[in-house]
């Protein structure tokens, strides 16, 4: 049974930086790509970013370009999302999921493994 967990989240002013981790348990994470799911109160959940297996590949919203990134460490079973110059619309619950294809899917209906979420909310 693989599980996921998610860490790090809390409340910051604008413009401040958080790291998010999400911690792969019961099979190695190296056999997942992993991605970062956000849901805002009375939205959608909705793509942030996404690695391949080896870390090679990363995908991202354009919304979090050049803001948030995504990294891995296969050795630790984790992944994280460095998130700066944070906005009051990047408050939501922050998710990460997991897939057995090596490949991008924007559509969490697509994912196998799911974690409990962490908030995240940005004030202004």
């Known amino acids: 049974q693989v599980q996921l967990v998610e860490s790090g989240g809390g409340l910051v002013q604008a413009g401040g930086s958080l790291r998010l981790s999400c911690a792969v348990s019961?099979?190695?994470?190296?056999?997942?790509?992993m991605t970062w799911f956000r849901q805002a109160p009375g939205k959608e959940r909705e793509f942030v970013t996404g690695i391949s297996r080896s870390g090679e590949n990363k995908f991202s919203a354009d919304s979090v370009k050049g803001r948030f990134t995504i990294s891995r460490d296969n050795a630790k079973n984790t992944v994280y999302l460095q998130m700066s110059s944070l906005k009051p619309e990047d408050t939501a619950v922050y998710y990460c999921a997991a897939q057995s294809a090596d490949y991008l899917q924007l559509y969490p209906e697509s994912y196998d493994y799911w974690g409990q979420g962490t908030e995240v909310t940005v004030s202004s």
């Open positions: 019961g099979r190695t994470s190296s056999t997942y790509f």
